[in-house]
Nanobody
Framework: QVHVVESGGGLVQAGGSLRLSCAAS????????IGWFRQAPGKEREFVAA????????KYLDSVKGRFTISRDNAKNTGYLQMNGLKVDDTAVYYC??????????????WGQGTQVTVSS
């Protein structure tokens, strides 16, 4: 089991950058795939990015490719989402999640409380 807590959200102008962190408890952080999701007001939660257990493989939502970078530091039990070139449409609550499956297989069982990202025009 793993417990995750997000941080790093805030208010930023369009074109700006933020780095979200996902701090995980437990000694088996490296056993989990880490994913980032977001939910904008009035919209369903959507997948943003994921990184496999080793950090060698990633997957992104098409609209964030080239702007967002997911990474992890297993020694620090922390995952990251670097967001550059932010757009107003990126405004949402961002959630970190963890699963014990493979990058594209399995269900995310562990979720954080979310961190608000607001991009102003």
């Amino acid at each position: 089991q793993v417990h995750v807590v997000e941080s790093g959200g805030g208010l930023v102008q369009a074109g700006g950058s933020l780095r979200l962190s996902c701090a995980a408890s437990g000694r088996t952080f490296s056993s989990y795939v880490i994913g980032w999701f977001r939910q904008a007001p009035g919209k369903e939660r959507e997948f943003v990015a994921a990184i496999d257990r080793s950090g060698d493989n990633t997957k992104y939502l098409d609209s964030v490719k080239g702007r967002f970078t997911i990474s992890r530091d297993n020694a620090k039990n922390t995952g990251y989402l670097q967001m550059n070139g932010l757009k107003v449409d990126d405004t949402a609550v961002y959630y970190c999640a963890a699963k014990a499956g493979l990058l594209l297989i399995g269900t995310y069982a562990y979720w954080g409380q979310g961190t608000q990202v607001t991009v102003s025009s």
